[in-house]
């Protein structure tokens, strides 16, 4: 088998699972050994085909082969190696690599050890198989299974009650989610199954140049009134997107399916590092520069898309700043974040929103990991019993601090080049989205991003320690978790530069890249652009720095003054009592209706009833058993005559 | 002549069956019984069935009522334990329509019966040739009836004291 | 003239005594005999029918006759079987009535 094949990028990380999984649960180094092999396999592999794909002209690799061909349908399992599965696949197996080395560190002595490994990498070779689909039927499969590995990895500490509970809400959220994409990827295979010809069903690459088709857009489904109002495939079109955003919604955790991110949290911090910052929920930003050609025919679901993801950014950063989990802090942000490659994806910028998932990736993996070295020190999430740690944790402290600066965009870190290049979308926006929610709201939230990560870094590294003895018991944390966050700390930094450099975008598109996405603003180095990075950047850490720094402004005496607007924002808004509400009351009531209707209807009436009847006529007819000779020898006649009579 | 005789023969027939199922006393039905296959036998000789009848009188007059009119006296019913017929009219037109049934059935049979010419037919001679040759099995067959019969009644009759 | 039907109406006079006697008498030996007027009154067509399907000329297969030979055997022997079982049932429950062992009723 050729070595450099992309099947080895699915192959090892599964492999590696099942070994772990079958034999090495006893010898923790073994399992860790080939978890991280099967990783940096991957990459090697993965990093094999980089030159081809940057250097030639829109080159694609692609293979599959027929897992099930019934009636017609013919359902594929393969590879689409283009310029989007490629960044996604360096971003995947580099950073999953790195956070694999730093795991052997923090989760050294925990008994499930091993078991670790395993779910790592079954939810290597889940993710891979989402970034390497090439129909969508696959990518729906891996879809599910990445909601498996992270159900298992939130729900690792499975003895803790809130661990399993949240593992819970993460995979029912995720699967009302999935309700709508798989009702989308009906629809969309449906409709174009006759375009497509003879390819797989679900094909990205046939779909895209069916999509591209205007005769095609503008046939008709269904006809109503006679031809007076048809049903077109665009119509069509724009439900099946939307439906399908709903999947995306689920899995990146836009408003309203977000609820589970936050709670996510009880897993170990490499787990919260990997798939709740880096990986599995840029899957949804994936998935949508995947298929952004279903989307780029209607303005009215791009324009659903941009506006939740706007949303999205700005409701997440205002929780973010009433946290005092260090770990929420983080969820929150990479909350915002992803709104912010949601909105630029529904703004037409695939490059921008790509951009910036690969750095985000970087900085706030770098963030975890150090957070994940502050509770390994201190033994607590909570910031309100940290403080002065940068003395203890001078290391982590400061590469903390750089990642936490690339978040907020300041120039000339990477996070400015990703950050601004979206913010210039949001003020040169087309047509459907000129509303105040996209034009405002994502410089606002910057701000407010500036403002809570600032806090957040003021309260846990500076200042006087507030929990002595959590502060004396403090010690840094080993190489092995250090180095991983060296790296990432250096691609923060030099990740824009890096990116942008030669010319590597350009070639970072999709292949199924529909015609009308603009191409990518460079971000130029120009003094009015570094300017209002540094204004917004300045505006939130100044205020951060007036309150938790020098203390000018009491933090106690704004949240009394806020008072409702403070709870409202503390509680999140109140979505999660929302959704108890909808449960207890609509949910449990339909049910307790289905159990009604099957307990009288179907039980009582058809299955007790069939008895009732059987039992019914056998009492009737056993009243003829009455053991007399007689009676029996004038039946007998009685037959006899009977059968004369209809004979003659 | 021959109408004569079976007319007497049938109505003899007849009424014996009739006074056999009426009567009070067992064994006063077993006689009235005995005199009905005397007829019978007697209808029998009419329809050229001369081995018939003889066997007629021989095993059932002979042997089976016999045999009943053993087991009646070893019953040995009291006088005031006799019971005769009792009338159940829901069982008698049951009967009655079964009557009426049967004789509509063969109403209309064909031709009448045939005046042979006095070959002797139903003689022991011609029936043992058709016995023998096209009902040999069923001949095997039933004297092997005859004698698990005979073993089964030996062996259910036995006290328990005989071992 | 005696016609083929004299004779089955007769034999199904029988019978149908007969089947009276089965089903109007309580002593079980009783019944017996009435089933052997019916076997007899059955035997009785069965030779009527050989002698109404003869031939004109040569001799007469006496195939009814042969059955009837045979039905009067096997009824011989299911008579003797038949009263040792009312026999035994006598011994046991001291009794001839029919109507006393309706044990396999519902």
């Known amino acids: 088998m050729d070595l450099t094949s992309p099947w080895l990028i699915l192959l090892l990380p599964l492999c590696s699972a099942v070994l772990i999984t079958l034999f090495t649960q006893r010898s923790p180094r073994v399992s860790a050994g080939i978890s991280i092999a099967a990783v940096a396999g991957a990459f090697a592999v993965a990093a094999s085909h980089l030159g081809q794909v940057l250097h030639g002209e829109n080159v694609v690799l692609t293979g599959h082969f027929t897992w099930l061909a019934a009636g017609g349908h013919d359902f594929h399992y393969g590879y689409l190696v283009d310029g989007l599965s490629m960044v996604m696949l360096m971003v995947v197996t580099g950073v999953g690599g790195l956070i694999h080395v730093y795991a052997t560190g923090y989760m050294k002595d925990d008994p499930g050890y091993s078991r670790f490994f395993a779910y790592m990498s079954l939810f290597m070779f889940s993710m891979l198989g989402i970034v390497l689909a090439d129909n969508l039927f696959q990518i729906f499969i891996h879809w599910e299974l990445v909601g498996v590995s992270s159900y298992l990895l939130i729900g690792f500490y499975y003895r803790k009650d809130s661990a399993s509970a949240a593992a819970n809400k993460a995979f029912l959220t995720n699967r009302v989610g999935d309700f709508g994409f798989m009702l989308g990827i009906l629809m969309l295979y449906y409709a174009t199954r006759s375009a497509t010809g003879g390819a797989g069903a679900g094909d990205f690459q046939a779909m895209a140049q069916a999509v591209a088709n205007p005769a095609w857009l503008h046939a008709a489904v269904v006809s109503v009134g006679g031809g007076h109002w048809h049903l077109t495939n665009e119509h069509f079109l724009w439900i099946a997107g939307a439906l399908t955003f709903m999947g995306i919604m689920g899995k990146s955790a836009q408003f309203p399916l977000h609820v589970w991110l936050p709670d996510a949290m009880e897993g170990p911090t490499p787990v919260s590092a990997l798939i709740h910052a880096a990986t599995m929920v840029a899957a949804g930003v994936f998935l949508l520069g995947r298929i952004l050609f279903i989307y780029m025919p209607s303005e009215t679901a791009l324009s659903i898309v941009a506006h939740v993801g706007a949303f999205t950014a700005f409701f997440a950063a205002t929780i973010a700043t009433t946290q005092f989990d260090i770990k929420r802090v983080l969820a929150f942000s990479t909350l915002s974040q992803l709104g912010y490659m949601v909105m630029a994806m529904g703004l037409r910028g695939t490059d921008a929103a790509m951009f910036h998932l690969t750095t985000h990736a970087f900085f706030k993996a770098l963030l975890f990991l150090g957070a994940g070295a502050v509770i390994h020190a201190v033994h607590t999430n909570d910031i309100r019993e940290m403080g002065g740690l940068i003395r203890k944790l001078p290391v982590t402290g400061w590469m903390f601090v750089i990642a936490t600066l690339a978040l907020c965009g300041v120039p000339p870190l990477s996070g400015f080049w990703s950050k601004d290049g979206i913010l210039h979308l949001t003020h040169h926006p087309p047509e459907y989205a000129h509303t105040w929610l996209i034009m405002l709201l994502p410089t606002i939230t910057a701000v407010l991003t500036s403002y809570y990560m600032t806090r957040l870094v003021l309260l846990t590294f500076f200042g006087q320690p507030r929990d002595h003895h959590k502060y004396d018991h403090a010690h840094e944390a080993p190489l092995n978790m250090v180095l991983p966050m060296a790296v990432l700390c250096v691609l923060s930094v030099i990740g824009g530069p890096l990116l942008l450099g030669p010319e590597v975008l350009e070639h970072f598109r999709a292949i199924t890249r529909p015609a009308g996405v603009p191409e990518y603003h460079y971000v130029a180095l120009d003094a009015e652009t570094i300017l209002d990075a540094l204004l917004i950047f300045g505006l939130g850490a100044g205020a951060a720095l007036l309150a938790f720094g020098v203390r000018a402004i009491d933090p106690d005496r704004v949240k009394a003054a806020l008072g409702p607007v403070y709870r409202f924002i503390d509680n999140r808004w109140y979505i999660d009592e929302l959704y108890a509400w909808i449960v207890k009351n609509v949910q449990q009531n339909v049910a307790r209706l289905c159990d009604a209707f099957d307990r009288y209807v179907i039980i009582g009436t058809i299955v007790n009833g069939s008895a009732w009847t059987t039992r019914a006529t056998g009492a009737v007819v056993a009243r003829f058993q009455t053991g007399s000779v007689r009676a029996y020898a004038l039946l007998f006649l009685a037959g006899v005559a009977a059968l004369l009579a209809l004979n003659l | ?163 | 003239m005696i016609t083929v039907q004299h004779w089955l109406v007769l034999s199904g006079m029988v019978f149908t005594l007969g089947l009276c006697g089965v089903m109007m008498r309580r002593n079980v030996i009783l019944v017996m005999m009435s089933v052997e007027i019916m076997l007899n009154a059955a035997n009785l067509a069965l030779v009527a029918f050989n002698k109404h399907l003869a031939p004109v000329a040569g001799t007469v297969p006496p195939d009814g006759q042969v059955l009837v030979f045979f039905t009067i055997a096997v009824a011989a022997a299911e008579v003797a079987v038949a009263l040792v079982i009312a026999m035994l049932l006598f011994r046991r429950l001291d009794t001839v009535n029919v109507d006393d062992v309706a044990n396999l009723r519902w």
């Not at chain 2, 079976?6 to 005199?35: D, E, Q």
Request: glycine residues 4%; negative net charge; aromatic residues 10%.
């Open chain 2, 1 to 163: 002549m021959e109408a004569l005789v079976f007319w007497i023969a049938a109505a003899a027939m007849v009424a014996f069956t009739l006074l056999t199922i009426a009567a009070r006393n067992p064994v006063y039905s077993a006689c009235f019984m005995i005199l009905s296959f005397a007829a019978t036998a007697a209808l029998f000789v009419l329809l050229d069935a001369y081995l018939i009848a003889a066997v007629e009188v021989l095993v059932y007059a002979g042997a089976i009522m016999v045999l009943f009119l053993f087991v009646i006296m070893l019953v040995n019913l009291r006088e005031s334990e006799h019971e005769g017929l009792r009338l159940n009219p829901l069982m008698v037109l049951a009967a009655g329509t079964f009557l009426a049934l049967m004789s509509r059935a063969v109403k209309d049979l064909g031709p009448a019966v045939q005046e042979t010419p006095n070959t002797l037919v139903g003689t022991p001679g011609l029936l043992a040739d058709t016995l023998f040759s096209r009902y040999v099995v069923p001949f095997e067959a039933v004297s092997g009836l005859l004698l698990a019969a005979i073993l089964g009644t030996v062996v259910l009759a036995r006290r328990k004291e005989d071992a």
